[in-house]
């Protein structure tokens, strides 16, 4: 096996890892029987994104990203379904699952019809994106977080895990010098760090208080 095999197959294998991230989420919503202070958009930007990564492994052919994405839908779907359960407001949660699946389905649908040999490229751009902006997520609250100095709303476990995989990835891509994969880990890694940086500059004031 290959080095580039070897990084990939590690990579692949700490994605899978990092799909179990969100357990300890849903662990605490059942425990309080209550979604506050839990953004469902990694769930639902979960379940679309691995949607269009499996569409990307279809196009680049590649055996590492289609499997690890399958099972990503399908554990981020359960994440979904705990929200779910547990939410008090459902009606904001389903307008927002509407509005991603016909996205993520307008997309889908793109790749039917563009060029192919600039589908890939194209494909990727979008991709790139998407990803970014589904990792930044978290900082839309970056406001109320240094406002408020209380920075609880970071998913850790999320973040921390997702630090890895696209350092990971990002290896991957240097390996083969596929200039997709190399932006958006890079910048997901930049992300992520930003993001664990508030986490231990704000901690939650529990942890305030114990300390």
């Known amino acids: 096996m290959s080095l580039i095999d070897t990084v990939g197959k590690c990579a692949a294998i700490a994605t899978i890892g990092t799909f179990f991230a969100p357990v300890l989420i849903c662990r605490d919503i059942i425990k309080k029987k209550s979604t506050k202070n839990v953004d469902p958009t990694p769930f639902i930007g979960g379940m679309a994104m691995s949607i269009l990564m499996i569409k990307n492994g279809i196009l680049m052919n590649d055996p590492n990203i289609i499997p690890v994405n399958i099972f990503g839908f399908v554990l981020n779907f359960i994440y979904f379904l705990v929200f779910y359960f547990y939410t008090t407001d459902v009606s904001p949660l389903l307008s927002m699952l509407t509005k991603v699946t016909l996205f ?104 305030k208080k114990s300390d």
């Open 104 to 207: 993520t389905g307008i997309l889908w649908g793109y790749t039917t019809i563009e060029d192919e040999k600039l589908i890939e490229y194209r494909f990727g751009i979008i991709l790139t994106v998407l990803m970014l902006i589904l990792i930044g997520s978290p900082l839309f609250s970056l406001k109320n977080i240094i406002k408020n100095k209380d920075a609880s709303m970071l998913p850790f476990p999320m973040i921390a895990s997702g630090a890895v995989v696209a350092f990971l990835w990002l290896i991957y891509g240097l390996l083969l010098d596929n200039i997709f994969i190399k932006v958006q880990n890079i910048v997901a890694v930049v992300l992520c760090c930003i993001q664990l940086g508030l986490i231990f500059k704000y901690p939650k004031p529990d942890s």
